[in-house]
């Protein structure tokens, strides 16, 4: 903007004002889209000397500089730079690929985004890369883990399944005592609510096709970097080739203005919900870190401004008939992989069979919902004819 504030600004006023050049755009208050490949030169002379502001559209147009420059207003004054990607998922395999050489050692989270893992196990692996999970609650035990060629932790808080949280300063606080980096899948909290570069983070990654888009219509991701890792991270995307289409650009970055109110909401009738499940006798456990009776609620407190939508209940043991039916029953919860949209999602999950550090018993079906925009008290009216129809199928 032509007028800067010139006091210290909050998170959330970034959010509005971050990336935008209304100057630049004629006075229009939104960058337009470029759908660019081919720039051209105005003479030979530019053309050899790539005299040019931008050189080619896989490098960068005034779309993805807008994007860009709100993510790392986003983060503050310790992010060197932002990549975007075409998905979350490639924002995590080519930050690891920044991160790790032949030969090194990764140390992830047992509780990882099951792609990630996947990503581990077979590129990584074939390449030279060696994996060991490690317990969610390790914290500064992490230590004992690490061998002379441990390059990088890759921690997840809390994990977007079974939503144990980790002690990320701790952890941290070892691994670059040990002269390795700290990536961190910082999707459910974003970067709103986990300011992960002021708790230890190297590299943090967010599936932007979650909170950052918001309205399930695109798939996006990005890698925030400090100074240290920014070089290496900048490098791969070049050389990989990855960049991200103008509309979806576009569309994450309207989403973004947006974000601090949506998630306000989604972490309120997340609550409001969490809590009306726990007293519900068809349920178990709630797992959700920012319930007082959660085991990571002491972390979340310390270390997190807030949570968002999503989180996990374990019912006591049932039929596989009866959960079918209460899931069948719900009317405002879609059945769907992903979140971060608008609107209310409900899965049914299992972790037993992938879990190599820890043992994942949870002794009941485990399912997991995404709470949306949609008034509280209508989800929770929606729960409760689920609940019914679960009893009467027995
Ligand atoms: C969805 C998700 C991803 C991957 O994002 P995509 O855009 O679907 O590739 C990564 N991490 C977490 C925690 C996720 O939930």
Known sequence: MAKKPNFPIKPTTRLVIAGRDAQAYHGFVN?????????????AEDQVAH???????????????????????????????????????????TALISAVSAGDHLLVSDSVYRPTRHFCNGVLKRVGVATTYYDPLVGADIGKLFRPNTRAVFVEAPGSQSFEMQDIPAIAKVAHEKGALVLMDNTWATSLYFRAFEKGVDLSIQAGTKYIGGHSDIMFGCVSANAKTFPALKQTIITMGLCVGPDDMYLALRGLRTLSVRLERHYQSGL?????????????????????SDPGYKIWQRDFSGACGLFSIVLKPTSEKSV??????????????????????????????????????????????????????????????????????G
């Open 31 to 43: 960058p337009p889209v470029y759908h660019a490949s081919t720039v051209l030169y105005p003479t």
């Open 51 to 93: 005299r040019s502001r931008y050189q080619y559209g896989r490098r960068g147009t005034p779309t993805s500089d807008a994007l860009e420059n709100a993510l790392i207003a986003l983060e503050g004054e310790a992010c060197a730079g932002v990549t975007l990607l075409p998905s979350g998922l490639t924002a995590i395999s």
């Open 272 to 292: 409001k919900v969490a809590r009306w499940l726990v007293q519900r006798p068809e349920v178990q456990r709630v797992l959700h870190p920012a319930l007082e």
């Open 324 to 393: 079918h039916a209460f899931m069948n029953k719900l009317t405002l919860f879609g059945m769907g992989f992903s979140w971060g949209g608008f609107e209310s999602l409900i899965i049914l999950f299992d972790c037993t069979e992938y879990r190599t550090a820890t043992k994942w018993a949870p002794g009941g079906p485990t399912l997991r919902l995404h709470i949306g925009l949609e008034d509280a008290d209508d989800l929770i009216a929606d729960l409760g004819q689920g609940f019914a129809a679960m009893k009467a199928a």
